[in-house]
């Protein structure tokens, strides 16, 4: 008995649509299922609503922002470069643009566009689209994938399968950690997951005090509380939320640091005034306060610091918020310097799934052939996207790691109908 498709992609999203194109335009017979009652939900909601594609950098650059198993990667990104997705989007009437750090988007600044044109792109191709149409399990036997059963226990067969559901962050988007079941089920390992490119929760009240403050031009610095051993240093944007910290200096941080040091409640330093040095910095704390005259030091901050933080300030300082300030001592703003150069704050953890912009850790990289992304132990049987264990910093690099590697499992599985 024929199959009922060549190969049947699970999942919607930015791999497994890439993977349709690439099986298809291989000339396979192809059908995507999509639990959702839409493709791309997550795609939608990218940089909001804008959609960071990939990158513009030299196409060798893209490695320096993959975080974990990028040699892993070094086949399916040099087999569909950023060049290679800027080209797909702009020969289907995506018109792109690049903004600051290479980052590129849809002129239009609608991730829909790019939603509509993969579409157009499937549909043109005859691939089957299967909406509302969840997967619950794979049919596996005698080491090879012969297809999936869906929620309502049709039975879909297939001469190949690419799991291409995603991972576990933003899960009203549809990425509930699925793949990785049927990973397991088919034996084939899963390494450990955390949420990554994440805020933090801090502990005190100083963060809701400070809700909604954005601080561009800051360093951070992320330490161990026992020893004081640095995890992470970096320079950017930070934002204050109800619970923590964010922003792109603090997600790119959170993917940095390994997933088990958070459980030592790390320590975040910030550098307000990252581009003086300490007695620079009292040089111009002494030239405010001479402005200021005897003006109270709580109002003298005004020229250095943002007025939301001001207040903050003054309260850890320790320093009577009313003195004048041409009574303030040498000692108090001394210690005044050390706080604006190293404003601690405890790290209770990460923040979960529900704001996690990616996963860390899925299916393990060992078992998974790096040219077809088919799994060793089980033929037929292929991974692609934010399902395996591999993530980037922010900047489109996550996307390039769907693109290339759907256009890989695509070409890997039409390869085997051939
Ligand atoms: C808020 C946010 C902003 C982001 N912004 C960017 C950005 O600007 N640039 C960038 O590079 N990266 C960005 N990312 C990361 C990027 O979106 C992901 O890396 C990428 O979407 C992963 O693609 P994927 O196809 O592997 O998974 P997904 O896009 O999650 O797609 C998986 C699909 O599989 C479907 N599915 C799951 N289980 C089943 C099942 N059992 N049966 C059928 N279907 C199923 C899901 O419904 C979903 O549609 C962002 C992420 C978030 C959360």
Redo the contacts with the bound molecule.
Sequence with gaps: MSNDTDVLI???????MMAAIAAAGGGSRVCI????EKLG???F???KGR??LTNACPADEIFDHILSNKKFLYSAVNGFTNADVMAFFEDNGVHLKTERGGRVFPVSDHSSDIIKALEKSIRSLGVSIRLN???KSLIIKDGICKGALTYSGERITAGSVIV????L??PS????G??YRFAAAAGVKVTERYPGLVPFIIAGDICPRLQGLSLKHISVRITRRDNGKKLYEGFGEAMFTHFGVSGPLILTASSEIAPDEYTAAPVLHIDLKPALSSDELDKRLIRDFEKAGNREFKNSLSELLPSKLIPVIVGLSGIDPYKKVNSVTRQERRTLGGLLKDLKMDIVSTGGYEEA??TRGGVDVKEINPKSFEAKKVRGLYFA???LDVDAHTG?????I?WSTGYAAGAGAADTQG
Aim: with cysteine; net charge neutral.
């Design positions: 699970i999942g919607g999203g930015a791999a497994g299922t999509e639990k959702n939900k997550k795609l909601i990218t940089v959609c960071n149409t969840g997967i291409a559901t995603g991972g962050s933003y988007t549809g990425s509930t699925d793949g912009v990616i996207g934010e399902v489109g690099y996550n996307l390039q769907a």
